[in-house]
């Protein structure tokens, strides 16, 4: 079956660590995503990707990174530089084709930091 | 203001209920998403349309392009509908979303 994952489904750090959820994709999308989601507010944009080896920062990038070095996969790291970091974070790919702005989301990861 | 308005924030109906959940944008965009979002986490797209009406199963959404306003009927409501419901809009290649709707249909 084709889909998005998303590993793993919960995700416990220490304050100071930096830490790395996952995102695997065989849609053979060419354009990823990472959101973030806070209680009480809409997604935001942390950074996507259109195409491999190139990325651009979403609405909320500082504290965060990310690579997009093979097309179905697309990492994103958490910084200790984030200041908040606990919340919901959720992956998605689309193709780039005219017609296709459907997005696909993964399950999602839920970040703890303590 | 946010980009992408929804309403009501929470809604509570009974099982067979018709629902409404309206959404309002204030920007251009290329085509309007509804979401579901069950409490695991996942979402899931339910249409994504540009112009008119699409229907699905006991789902129905609407646009209204002029007036850059969208909603999302639920016939015949049932508690497995529960769900947060999220509008977003495409603009390029990216979504900007709605804060969701929280549905609950109780038996």
């Known amino acids: 079956d084709g889909g998005i994952t998303q590993s793993p489904k919960y995700l416990f750090r220490k304050e100071g660590q930096n830490v790395t959820l996952s995102c695997e994709q065989n849609l053979n999308h060419d354009a990823m995503y990472w959101y973030r989601q806070d209680p009480g507010q809409g997604l935001r944009l942390i950074y996507y990707s259109q195409i491999v080896n190139d990325f651009q920062k979403g609405d909320i990038a500082e504290g965060y990174s990310v690579s997009r070095e093979k097309k179905e996969s697309f990492p994103l790291t958490v910084t200790s530089a984030q200041k908040n970091p606990t919340a919901f974070y959720l992956c998605a790919s689309r193709t780039t084709g005219l017609s296709s702005y459907e997005q696909y989301f993964g399950p999602g990861t839920r970040l703890t930091v303590t | 203001k946010n980009e992408v308005e929804q309403s009501p924030q929470n809604l509570t109906a009974q099982e067979g209920e018709f629902i409404t959940i309206n959404c309002s944008y204030s920007v251009g965009i290329s085509a309007l998403h509804w979401l579901q979002q069950h409490p695991g986490g996942g979402i899931v797209s339910l249409f994504m349309?540009?112009?008119g009406k699409k229907k699905h199963g006991r789902l129905i959404a609407t646009i209204n392009i002029q007036e850059k306003h969208s909603s999302l009927h639920i016939t015949a409501s049932h508690p497995r509908d529960s769900a947060v419901y999220i509008c977003?809009?495409?603009?390029?290649?990216?979504?900007?979303f709605g804060e969701g709707t929280q549905l609950t249909v109780n038996p």
């Open positions: 977003a809009v495409s603009s390029g290649s990216r979504l900007t």
């Open positions: 349309l540009s112009s």
